[in-house]
Nanobody, 124 residues
Framework: QVQLVESGGGLVQAGGSLRLSCAAS????????VGWFRQAPGKEREFVAG????????SYADSVKGRFTISRDNAKNTVYLQMNSLKLEDTAVYYC?????????????????WGQGTQVTVSP
């Protein structure tokens, strides 16, 4: 199994930037996919971005394309989400999740391992 710990959330003004980190431990030698999801109050959890560990292939939700960048450092078993040009509607709890399949799926139910989440709040 893999354990995930997110960090880097906080309060930022609209137009600003934040970088989230997702540190993995445990069974990290296998190939796996990491996805970032977010959930705003009263809304369903939604896909933000994903990356495959070995190939580094990425995928993004349309709402964040051009503003967010997902990357990984396999030596540190860490995945990052660089968020630029933040908007009020980006406010949510952000979660990273992992699955032992080398394919980025947009469905959160396809991920079996989750971090505890980190709050991102964008203010006017």
């Amino acid at each position: 199994q893999v354990q995930l710990v997110e960090s880097g959330g906080g309060l930022v003004q609209a137009g600003g930037s934040l970088r989230l980190s997702c540190a993995a431990s445990g069974r990290t030698s296998s190939d796996y996919t990491v996805g970032w999801f977010r959930q705003a109050p009263g809304k369903e959890r939604e896909f933000v971005a994903g990356i495959m560990k070995i190939t580094g292939r990425t995928s993004y939700a349309d709402s964040v394309k051009g503003r967010f960048t997902i990357s990984r450092d396999n030596a540190k078993n860490t995945v990052y989400l660089q968020m630029n040009s933040l908007k009020l509607e980006d406010t949510a709890v952000y979660y990273c999740a992992a699955r032992y399949i080398a394919y980025v799926d947009y469905d959160p139910n396809k991920y079996g391992y989750w971090g505890q989440g980190t709050q991102v709040t964008v203010s006017p």
